[in-house]
Nanobody, 118 residues
């Protein structure tokens, strides 16, 4: 099992910045990458950013150029630096652990609320 714990989140004004952190623990061999998804009521959860163990990153179209994902020195922590925030970035942000094996599961953190005021 893998446990994911997010920190950060809260309220920020439009145009501001915020950093989210996610720390993973447990059977780290079960995941081969980590990332962030977000969800608003009535909508599907969408990819924000991800980083694979080899350092490859991927971003959702709506955050390219504004958000940056990175790993900590211990490689069990990922950060999401969010700049130039917009009201439409308001959502619950979930940390995600990507399964390393075809028959293993996705792992999710409990989520953290990010609210961007206009």
């Amino acid at each position: 099992q893998v446990q994911l714990v997010e920190s950060g989140g809260g309220l920020v004004q439009a145009g501001g910045s915020m950093r989210l952190s996610c720390t993973a623990s447990g059977d780290m061999f079960m995941i081969d990458g980590m990332g962030w998804y977000r969800q608003t009521p009535g909508k599907l959860r969408e990819l924000v950013a991800s980083i694979a163990n080899d350092g490859t990153t991927k971003y959702g179209d709506s955050v390219k150029g504004r958000f940056a994902i990175s790993r900590g020195n211990d490689e069990n922590t990922v950060y999401l630096q969010m700049d130039s925030l917009r009201p439409e970035d308001t959502a619950v942000y979930y940390c995600h652990g990507h399964p390393a094996y075809a028959d293993s599961r996705d792992y999710w953190g409990p989520g953290t609320q990010v609210t961007v005021s206009s």
